[in-house]
């Protein structure tokens, strides 16, 4: 016995149950430390321990939940079944989530619900297998979850999520509206669903390979996607890939875009520059070639296979290759429609090596992809040569005309050479006047042809230096002295076609000879001035002007006798002009007539 009672104080089941004591007490500051709500009960549903985050979070004292039944923090709605599920889970004690793929919610001592979940985990004890439940409060992520719902919900697009295994977890009123489904028939269901029968094989290694390496992109870049409608009916679609990180793993939200609308755009477009009379090449910022039409095909030599991806530098000439990149930068620098190449003249490349001469305009489209720039490119082979011919035509043209003035120049001085035979065997004072003024007058048209032969313009001649070189000329025929009647010319640059110079010339020719022969008798001294202008509604003013003795009050230029003023009335009908007349102080004669007729 005095061994018993020794075993009893201070042996072996005293050290135990010391250890069990303190197993206990590790277990309880683990309890009460946990950082969330912490409830333990017996099979008879009875709480029989709480820690401080329990009584925070529903708002008991722990003397006020201690003995008292688990269905006390459990709403009403869901009491009726909760024995039940309690006794299931001692029928098969294992350490689990409650409520798996159901929404739990706590209660108040307020009466306050709020969304929970629960683990489950069984202790054994000597007084039976007890459930320990680790509570969390997720009325926080439940409003983040809200929110993200809203979010998707009144998105514009049609929004999907789905988890690794491919099953349909959420979709929004988008999705139903674009794939004729109602919800209900898409949530559980697998993603394929919604994929054209064509693309199915292929769509789980896809959606694998993004789920091993889980980065926002767009989907099948580089390839058409489609999506399947409820009736059957397949449209163009852009999907937009975001990887979501939830508790229960990672899942992906797909933004689905029905692009058939801009897919309709695209292939109108297509046909336009398909159907297009020039050669159109669209390239973007890279310098590849992203599309031509059978034109380019026709005009370059190539096969559409043989340009699409390549450089635009295939169809340039060797020798501008080198600043062609350096030129297609500064267009997307400045992307504006306009001529390429404005002042220079630009060649295509053939795919047999034949270069050809080419305008090209160049016009920048906005596309998803970014600006891209289509080129209309026409072949100017043709213009060119017939340019060239027009060119050799209009040169022969110019060394004809050249030829005909000169002769016809030849011509007028052969004529006054034999007027000047005629000058040296007539006595008669009268007929060596008219003789001399015939001569004056020849010597004006054949200045004329002279100027417009120098001038190398056989349209129009300067009738300024026209003036510059006649007039002098012309006096000096008279002998007058210079030192006796100044000439003074103010004379602007007025072009003249031949059939406006010749009679322009021969008034200055009748005006100034009349003027040397009858303004200045004896040794009367004055001047002679000519005033050539040209004024903005494309008419010249031509005055000729002398401070002689003027003209008789009676002198009528229509009916003058005198073939000289008679002319100079019939030369300013012919060139559709004016004549305005003063008499004395100066004498002035002014014509006014249009350049051009």
Do not use: W
Not at 98 to 123: C, S
Not at 187 to 204: S, T, Y
Not at 561 to 572: D, E, R, Y
């Amino acid at each position: 016995m005095p061994d018993a009672n020794r075993l009893a104080r201070g042996g072996p089941l005293d050290t135990i149950e010391q250890a069990l004591r303190k197993s206990e007490e590790r277990f309880r500051q683990v309890v009460e430390s946990a950082p969330n709500a912490m409830v333990m009960i017996g099979s008879t549903g009875l709480i029989e321990m709480v820690n401080a985050q329990t009584e925070r979070m529903f708002g008991y004292d722990r003397s006020e939940l201690l003995g008292k039944p688990i269905e006390n923090l459990v709403p009403e709605r869901f009491r009726r079944n909760h024995p039940a599920l309690r006794t299931s889970f001692f029928n098969v004690p294992l350490a689990r989530a409650m409520g798996a793929g159901r929404d739990l919610y706590g209660l108040k001592k307020d009466g306050g619900e709020f969304p929970v979940e629960i683990g489950l985990n069984p202790i054994e004890t000597e007084e039976g297998t007890k459930v320990l439940s680790a509570i969390v409060d997720i009325s926080a992520r439940k409003k983040l979850e809200e929110r993200f719902r809203q979010v998707v919900e009144s998105a514009p697009n049609a929004m999907v999520m789905i988890a690794v295994g491919g099953v349909i977890e959420m979709i929004n009123a988008q999705t139903e509206r674009l794939f004729g489904y109602d919800r209900s028939e898409l949530l559980g269901q697998p993603i394929e669903i919604l994929v054209p029968e064509r693309f199915r094989r292929n769509h789980p290694g896809l959606r694998s390979a993004f789920f091993a390496d889980p980065n926002a992109r767009p989907m099948g870049a580089g390839r058409d996607l489609y999506g399947l409608r409820k009736d059957g009916g397949e449209f163009p679609v852009e999907i937009g890939l975001n990887p979501i990180e939830t508790d229960e793993g990672a899942k992906v939200l797909s933004a689905i875009v029905d692009i058939s609308g801009r897919k309709r755009l695209e292939e109108r477009f297509r046909q336009v520059v398909e159907s297009a009379p020039s050669a159109m090449v669209m390239i973007g910022p890279n310098g590849q070639i992203e599309m031509i039409n059978a034109q380019t095909e026709r005009l370059f030599g190539y096969d559409r296979s043989e340009l699409l991806g390549k450089p635009i530098e295939t169809l340039v000439p060797e020798r501008f290759r080198r600043n062609h990149p350096t030129l297609r930068t500064t267009f997307f620098t400045t992307p504006l429609a306009r001529p390429m190449g404005a002042g220079r003249d630009l060649y295509g490349l053939k795919k047999d090596g034949g270069e050809f001469p080419v305008e090209i305009g160049l016009n920048p489209i906005e596309t998803d992809e970014g600006t891209m720039v289509l080129s209309a490119i026409v072949d100017i082979s043709d213009r060119k040569q017939k340019e060239e011919r027009i060119h050799a035509a209009l040169k022969e043209k110019d060394i004809l005309l050249g030829e005909i003035h000169h002769r016809v120049k030849n011509n007028l001085q052969v004529v006054n050479s034999l007027l000047d035979l005629q000058v040296d065997r007539i006595t008669d004072p009268a007929a060596l006047s008219m003789l001399k003024e015939s001569q004056n007058r020849i010597k004006s048209m054949a200045l004329i042809h002279q100027t417009l032969y120098e001038s190398k313009d056989f349209v129009e001649a300067d009738f300024s230096s026209f003036l510059d070189t006649m007039v002098p000329t012309l006096v000096s025929s008279y002998s007058v002295d210079s030192d006796r009647i100044a000439l003074t010319i103010e004379a602007a640059e007025v072009l003249l076609s031949i059939h406006a110079a010749i009679p322009c010339g021969l008034v200055v020719n009748e005006l100034i000879s009349n003027a040397l022969k009858h303004g200045f008798p004896g040794n009367r001294r004055g001047e002679i001035k000519i005033v050539l202008a040209h004024e903005v509604d494309d008419h010249a003013i031509l005055s000729v002007s002398d401070d002689g003795v003027g003209l008789p009050e009676e002198l009528d230029l229509e009916q003058t006798g005198t073939l000289g003023l008679q002319m100079v009335s019939l030369l300013a009908d012919q060139l559709g002009g004016t004549i305005t007349i003063q008499r004395a102080d100066p004498t002035r004669f002014v014509m006014r007539f249009p350049v051009r007729r």
